[in-house]
């Protein structure tokens, strides 16, 4: 997701698009989600995996943050 602190064209664009459709929508924000199938012999050992990933590749710190959930 973009930092909190950047404007989102996107979100605004798509929250006036929501307001002139009816729906009281606010502070929306457009990201992007990343599905991945890790192979791993633990949550924790999955989790650590995760980390590397997003902090090696799938993550830009300058403008996005993420977070991930790990489902068995």
């Known amino acids: ?12 664009a798509v929250e006036s698009s ?23 012999a633990s949550k924790e050992a999955a989790t650590a995996q995760v980390e590397e990933a997003c902090k090696k590749l799938l993550h830009n710190p300058v403008m996005e943050y993420y977070e991930f959930v790990i489902v068995e």
């Open 1 to 12: 997701m973009p930092l909190r602190e950047l404007l989102d064209p996107q979100g605004k």
């Open 18 to 40: 929501l307001n002139k459709l009816g729906f009281h929508a606010s502070h929306v924000r457009i990201g992007k989600h990343i599905t991945l199938k890790i192979e791993a």
